[in-house]
């Protein structure tokens, strides 16, 4: 079964720091498109920044300059740096693993991330 375990949330303040990590298995991870997508209270589900297989990144407005997506395929494992953590920036973080040929999506069951004013 594929799993995707996120970990590294938790409460900072603002202007803080955290690194996330999403550690993936039963997977292939080296072709897979992996993102981190966040949801807040009564918001919906966002993309926040992804790392495709061909080590290309794209990121969300709201967090350019401040967010880095970095991937390490030895260890299965992708990560997000934050930086400058602004309130705006609390949600529940999902890790997330998509490929088209051989067809998945898998998601992670979230780390809880909080920014304090």
């Known amino acids: 079964q594929v799993q995707l375990v996120e970990s590294g949330g938790g409460l900072v303040q603002a202007g803080g720091s955290l690194r996330l990590s999403c550690a993936a298995s039963?997977?292939?991870?080296?072709?897979?498109?992996i993102g981190w997508y966040r949801q807040a209270p009564g918001k919906q589900r966002e993309l926040v920044a992804v790392?495709?297989?061909?080590?290309?990144?794209n990121y969300a407005d709201s967090v350019k300059g401040r967010f880095t997506i970095s991937r390490d395929n030895a260890k299965n494992t992708v990560y997000l740096q934050m930086n400058s953590l602004k309130p705006e920036d609390t949600a529940v973080y999902y890790c997330?693993?998509?490929?088209?040929?051989?067809?998945?999506?898998?998601w992670g069951q979230g780390t809880q991330v909080t920014v304090s004013s």
């Open positions: 039963r997977i292939m991870f080296s072709i897979s498109a």
């Open positions: 997330n693993a998509k490929n088209s040929m051989p067809r998945y999506n898998y």
């Open positions: 790392s495709t297989s061909g080590g290309s990144t």
